[in-house]
């Protein structure tokens, strides 16, 4: 009797609610904040299945990602309800997403026409290569005065031209005016505000901002980028800010989640501009480190755009309001972070699980004189290097899965040490410290490792979930909404764990200086060209190395075949 009149005076007390759905490159998350306290009260999350059909490609199924998130929320409601908690009590829904990633659908019938081309997949290459050749003087930078942004694998235009270029669907789509282009917050707003009756085809700065279709200037769609790439205007979703009313939630009344039709999604932020709300960062100066997939480092520089001369990215931070300014960031980008536990486990099978990483790692507490460059995606900030591929070396017969799965830790705190240079070089000013968010940062030995390398103390929140609570704020905040305030003096003090570097920098020097020279050997892997097969395949011939290595074992083969034929 006491603990359902507690539980029912609990309800009152809450007041309301805010929701965000954050929808990452390895899995998707539903998550309920108090909007009064940032406390997180009920969350859930569904794996999502990465495909790999071909070597560099990484695509996952538009429909999976969508169904993942109708079950998080269902799930999330579940215990919500068994908390006796009122879901009537949610104001607002924000989204939060793995950014860049590309899909196209048709409007009329809501069907993905493709596979959505994830952020890492490198089948571009190509057409990177060409578009780079065309510039004067073969600069990848070309573009960047108007994007902040170098000609990559990375961002979506190039994808999006694969696709108008590669898949019949999408050329045809596009030619009888039913095909819609849009990042992962796109699909997920059209599809859940509506779909094919109604939905909204919207996105923010913050996803506009990584396509290289928008001019971070003018705060909109560039009809000479978009004339560049050769892409209809009338296929991108409209831009608004990060933070208004887009469109009414729409679910299936006989849902437990369904009690969540008619609230409205007010917030939209790319997963790395969302953790940088969820930290707090609203000053020039103030930086955040996020370890998920990959690995990003963000660092407000206020109401200017800053050019970087270092090879980081000039990106949109927020705009939390249509009549708000928008605030831009200096980003550091690595590909594989937490991708580099998923590949030991799923690839060399060394680890069962990802957390296992930590007890296997601490066995042996050294890598013993050996470096993981992870370049599965080639390198990104500060080389920008798609010929770049993954080494291990400075191997011996005394290593083994722990000293390797030490390195893999190493290579990522190795890897934010690179961005972190680049940073306080734009900067001139070091920063005296980092602010890590993420889900490896559940990693002590990471983190303790990280600060080793950095030499300056990292700091972690409580609460791991700041990209979400990033969303949930600016859904919050939203005109209309108005339950979250984001004034300096409203926002909640956070908790947080202090990791201090404990070893000498002279030793964190020397192996620092080891990594850089391990980044050399991975350098300049492919060649520069592929060569294709005529139907958009790369022959493995393309990978010189392995062209050579290949002919050569055909020659001694038939070498060989011929030698024995005469001692017959």
Known sequence: ?????????????????????DQGTSSTRFLVFNAKTAELLSHHQVE????????GWVEEDPKEILQSVYECMERTCEKLTQLNIDISNIKAIGVTNQRETTLV???????????????LDLRTQSTVERLINKTPGRNKNHLKHKTGLPISTYFSAVKLRWL??????????????RAMFGTVDSWLIWCLTGGKTGGVHCTDVTNASRTMLFNIHTMDWDPELCKYFDIPMEILPKVRSSSEIYGLMKICSSLKSGALTGVPISGCLGDQSAALVGQMCFQDGQAKNTYGTGCFLLRNTGAKPVMSDHGLLTTVAYKLGRDKPACYALEGSVAIAGAVVRWLKDNLGIVQSSTEIEKLAAMVGTSYGCYFVPAFSGLYAPYWEPSARGIICGLTQFTNRSHLAFAALEAVCFQTREILDAMNQDSGIPLNQLQVDGGMTSNKLLMQLQADILCIPVVKPSMPETTALGAAMAAGAAEGVSVWSLKPEDLTAVTSEKFEPQINPEESEYRYARWKKAVQKAMNWETTEPISNGNGETSIFSSAPLGFYILGSMF???????IAGRHI
């Open 1 to 21: 009797m006491n603990g359902t009149m507690a539980a029912s005076s609990d309800r009152i007390m809450l007041g309301p609610l805010v929701a965000a759905i």
């Open 48 to 55: 999502i299945k990465q495909n790999f059909p071909k070597e």
């Open 105 to 119: 659908w048709d409007k009329e019938t809501g069907e993905p026409l493709y596979n959505a081309i994830v952020w």
């Open 164 to 177: 108008m270029d590669n898949v019949t669907e999408v050329h045809e789509a596009v030619l009888s005016h």
């Open 556 to 562: 001694m083969l038939i070498g060989a075949k011929y």
